[in-house]
């Protein structure tokens, strides 16, 4: 089992930054991706973006592309999301997510855990 705990969320002012951290914990793998989604309201969940074990391999969505950095620490077992020039568009609660068998880093059903999530508001 792994466990998942997203922080960092918060209410910031259109063009400002957070970080998101999400720290995982319990039985980890080696080799498996990870992923930032989010959800607003009355919104389904989107893929953000995902970086693979090695970090060689990086994803992004474009809405986000050139604004959010993801980034991880293997040694601390630890992902981020480095957002920056938020919109209000941007407001949802932001997932991070686990995908141990090699699929599609660009869909919710390939990741195997997730963490509770940590709210992200933009006003403008």
């Known amino acids: 089992q792994v466990r998942l705990v997203e922080s960092g969320g918060g209410l910031v002012q259109a063009g400002g930054s957070l970080r998101l951290s999400c720290a995982a914990s319990?039985?980890?793998?080696?080799?498996?991706?990870m992923g930032w989604f989010r959800q607003g309201p009355g919104k389904e969940r989107e893929f953000v973006a995902a970086?693979?074990?090695?970090?060689?391999?990086?994803y992004y969505a474009d809405s986000v592309k050139g604004r959010f950095t993801i980034s991880r620490d293997n040694a601390k077992n630890t992902l981020y999301l480095q957002m920056n020039s938020l919109k209000p568009e941007d407001t949802a609660v932001y997932y991070c997510?686990?995908?141990?068998?090699?699929?599609?880093?660009?869909?919710?059903?390939?990741?195997?855990?997730w963490g509770q999530g940590t709210q992200v508001t933009v006003f403008s």
């Open positions: 997510a686990a995908e141990l068998g090699g699929g599609d880093v660009h869909r919710p059903y390939d990741y195997e855990y």
């Open positions: 970086i693979r074990w090695s970090g060689d391999s990086i």
């Open positions: 319990g039985r980890i793998f080696s080799g498996y991706a």
